[in-house]
């Protein structure tokens, strides 16, 4: 255990620092505040490596991490969050390694199941997005009961994409829409941005506002790329999503904030000079 993370575990010193997360959290909530937020927590096999754990412990500490910021999002009153928790394409990792994975989530899921004080706290309805022919079925039915225990709730929404890729995302889309023609048949004219939207995972979403990704390496990896095309943030943070602590997260909102705050009274300046 580091020094710092020592100091951390004094009762004073854990009281303080919930005290200023606190403080920022309502200086947040005081300015523009994002409805949907997108997170590729991405740094777990490098956190586990580097302190010589086995790989599935690096996404224990992963899913612990993200139980933190989770909370905080609804704290500052993000509606929607967006997680990037398996792709499609990691399948084709180590067999040892894509079992501990989906084992990690069926665990997780049915601890929301009896323990479901951060989803029923916040009123936050489950959902999971991607191809469930591909899922295990214990792992299903742990979704299943997480989604039908929270589908009642409105105030906010979690979407868990397992297994996910964006370009199947795109191509769902498409085929839904020529599924649902009578004839299979679709006028291209009548094709257009709403209509592949309507279809697509996250079709009852808000637009996204800020795709945060960690571990340093900078680029989708096939997440969002439709949603993240307009009028999103991408920030790219040089840590492991483990060790992505919420002041990060919380500079980055600010940033944000700030930005769009500037936007905001632009637009009023200019609504104020067109009436004069």
Request: aromatic fraction near 10%.
């Amino acid at each position: 255990m580091g020094i710092t993370s020592w100091i951390r575990t004094f009762p004073l010193m854990q009281y303080f620092i919930a005290w200023a997360q606190e403080i920022f959290m309502s200086v947040l909530r005081t300015g523009p505040v994002p409805q949907h937020v997108a997170f590729v927590m991405d740094g777990n096999r490098r956190f586990a490596r580097r302190r010589k754990l086995e790989v599935k412990e690096g996404h224990s500490a992963g899913f612990e991490s993200l139980a933190r910021i989770l909370e905080m999002c609804y704290q500052v009153g993000i509606k929607t969050v967006t997680v990037y928790a398996f792709s499609i394409e990691n399948f084709k990792r180590p067999p040892v390694e894509v079992e501990a994975l989906m084992e990690i989530a069926r665990t997780k899921l049915l601890q929301i199941i009896h323990h479901g004080d951060l989803a029923d706290r916040f009123g936050i309805s489950i959902r999971v997005l991607g191809q469930r022919s591909l899922i295990p079925p214990d792992v299903l039915t742990a979704i299943d009961k997480s989604t039908e225990m929270t589908k009642d709730n409105t105030t906010a929404i979690l979407n868990i994409c397992f297994p996910y890729t964006s370009r199947d995302d795109i191509v769902t889309s498409m085929r839904e829409i020529v599924s649902l023609s009578e004839d299979h048949k679709v006028d291209p004219d009548k094709i257009d941005e709403n209509m592949i939207e309507q279809h697509m995972f996250t079709r009852d979403c808000p637009p996204l506002d800020i795709l945060v990704r960690t571990s340093g390496v900078e680029r989708l990896s096939d997440f969002m790329l439709w949603q993240s095309h307009q009028n999103c943030t991408v920030e790219f943070v040089d840590c492991l999503w483990p060790e992505f602590e919420p002041w990060r997260f919380g500079s980055i909102l600010l940033k944000w904030s700030r930005q769009k705050a500037k936007e905001y009274r632009q637009i009023e300046l200019e609504a104020e000079q067109k009436e004069l």
